[in-house]
Each structure stands twice: as C-alpha cells, then as structure tokens.
C-alpha cells in the first residue's frame, strides 16, 4: 500500500545542507503496524513528514519516491495532496495540545475536516463525529469541549478520533503518547491496535521508545543519522538484533523478566548531519568497530528477513564503497 523508495531530506541552512534523511526505503502492507525507533534528531519525525508530504521550507525533498495505494504523492500538487489527506491517509501529531486549535471545540475542528472533504451535512456530522469519538472511548458530551477541557490522554486519543474520521488506509502517528505517563501509554496502545484489528488500517507509529512498541507491531525499523540502521520483524530484532545500535537501544532499558544486569548506555552522541564522517556513522559510538568502517560506507544488507547496515552482515562477495 506504501512504498518509500530512496528517500532523501535536506535542510537548507545557508551552509552546509543537514542531510536529515538518506535514501530511506520501506514499505508497508494493508493492515500492518511499522514502528520506527531512534534517538531524537536521527530523522523519525522527518521522514515522517516526507512520507505525508507535509515538510515546510527550509526542508526539502532532494531525492527518491512516496507512492501510497499506487500515486506518487512527491509529484502530486497541494490540491491533488488534500483529497488524498485525512480521507486515505491522516497523521496524528506529536503534541494534541498543539495540534488541536485552542480556541475551538473538539466538535467544530471535527466538523470543519469533515466539510473540507464534501460532508455538508450537519446530521451527519455529528453522527460520524459522535462514532468516532465513542471508537476511542470518550462521551459524545466532549464535543462541546475545549482542548484544555481534556486530559492529555483525551486530547490524544481525541486527535486519533479525528484521524478516523474517514476510515482511512493508513494512519501516521508522530510520537502520541511522549506526553503521557505509562499507564497512559499503555492504555492508549493497547486502544490503538484494537481500533487497527477492528478496522484494518496500516500503522507507521514513529517513537524513541523500544520498549513502547515490542508488542504492538509486526516489523521495526531502527533508524540512526537519517539512514535506516535496521528493519525486520519486531521479535526478532529484540530477541537477537544485528546492528550494533539496535543492541545498544534495547541495552538501555531495563527488562521486567530475567536476572538484573546494569543497563548499558550508548556512549557518544549523534553525528553532525551538515558534516557526515566518512565510512560507518556509528563508527565513533560503536563497540565492535573494524578499521574498513571508517573508510567503508556500509550498504544495506540483506540477512533473511531483516535488513541492516553493518559490514559485519556484508556476504563475503560483496563489493563495497569507499568514501
């Protein structure tokens, strides 16, 4: 249903150009949950945007191709883009607080999304307003309500409500439930895969957090400085992950199960994305470094069924770019 080939993003700062995202590829089946992890600046919430076609200068799309249910929404103008939004393909933002307007009710920015796509009908209107609202479990009363009227796991799954307002395709979530505590995160998780089992959309939910999709999706992709580091099967990646990053990241928290161990953090930070070393860009974070990664840009190598971007995964024959 979507595919992401060779996805690239820059930021034009009068310098040097930040490479945010570099040549991201992925795709996505009808009805499958893709988490996608990483440290804050690695490029999630960029990539995201790119995929929505909702980055605003100084981004831009400097290479390769989004094409959602067989259209290519980078070569798509705005008008082409709208009847697409919110009808096929929503996006649940970072901050509801800050995504839902302040001074309106939940109801009216309901009723205006539903306009924009041709429902003139005010019955209507509330009706499907007032389904959507019960889907996510909060009385039909809150459309009279404002954004600081709610909780912040309200205004969450209040935003997820309005997402669903046409039964769409595919569902983008940035982040929802960085503001909430973690019975907050737990009960908003476990209410958005029963509303995906219940009406069959496909989920890219974007996070920081391993540990908050281990049980909720179907494959994970780690990504690290704008590339993509790992993608596979969610279980499999945290029973036995082959990047060097991913080990770190799964590392870092602790487990419930098991004998204590100390947790481990990655040591160093991210790199500058305007000034990419050459070779690996984990390479001065990385445990298991060879002295070909820091002259060797690593591929991204096929391992079964996961994907990564190590050289120590590269077949024996395979020819490699040095830079």
């Known amino acids: 249903m979507l595919e992401v080939s060779g996805l690239s993003v820059a930021y034009e700062t009068g310098g040097s150009p930040v490479r945010a995202v570099q040549d991201v590829s992925l795709h996505v089946d009808r009805g499958e949950f893709l988490g996608v992890v990483g440290e804050s600046g690695c490029g999630k919430s960029t990539m995201l945007f790119a995929v929505a076609q909702l980055l605003s200068p100084p981004a831009r799309i400097t290479g390769g191709d989004v094409t959602f249910s067989g259209q290519n929404l980078v070569t ?11 009808r096929n393909l929503s996006v649940v933002m970072q901050s ?7 001074v309106t009710t939940v109801g009216a920015q309901f009723a205006d999304a539903m306009r924009a796509h041709g429902t003139k009908s005010k019955a209507e209107i509330r009706k499907r307003s007032e389904e959507v609202l019960a889907l996510v479990g909060i009385d039909r009363a809150h459309l009279r309500s404002y954004p600081h009227q709610l909780s912040g ?52 939910f974007v996070t920081h957090d391993m540990s908050l999709v281990s049980h909720y999706s179907d494959r994970l992709m780690v990504m690290y400085a704008g590339q993509v580091a790992e993608l596979g099967p969610t279980r499999k990646i945290f029973t036995s992950p082959l990047h060097p990053y991913s080990k770190g990241l799964l590392d870092a928290f602790p487990s419930i199960r098991g004998p204590r161990t100390e947790l481990a953090g990655i040591p160093g930070s991210p790199p500058d994305l305007s000034d ?48």
């Not at 798509?76 to 919110?86: E, F, G, N, P």
């Not at 982040?175 to 209410?191: I, K």
Request: proline share 7%; hydrophobic share 45%; aromatic share 4%.
């Open 76 to 86: 798509m103008t705005d008008k082409q883009l709208s009847s697409v939004r919110w």
């Open 96 to 102: 509801a607080m800050n995504a839902l307007n302040p």
């Open 153 to 204: 796991g309200m205004r969450q799954r209040a935003m997820i409500a309005m997402a669903l307002l046409f039964t769409p395709d595919l569902v983008i979530m940035d982040e929802p439930t960085s503001a909430l505590d973690v019975v907050a995160q737990r009960s908003l998780m476990t209410q958005i895969k029963e509303l995906q089992r219940r009406l069959g959309f496909a989920i890219v």
């Open 276 to 323: 990419i070393p050459n070779g690996c860009s984990f390479l001065p974070r990385c445990p298991v470094k060879r002295d070909e990664c820091a002259t060797t840009v690593p591929a991204l190598f096929q391992s079964d069924d996961t994907q990564v971007r190590c050289l120590l995964h590269a077949p024996a024959d395979t020819e490699v770019t040095r830079g």
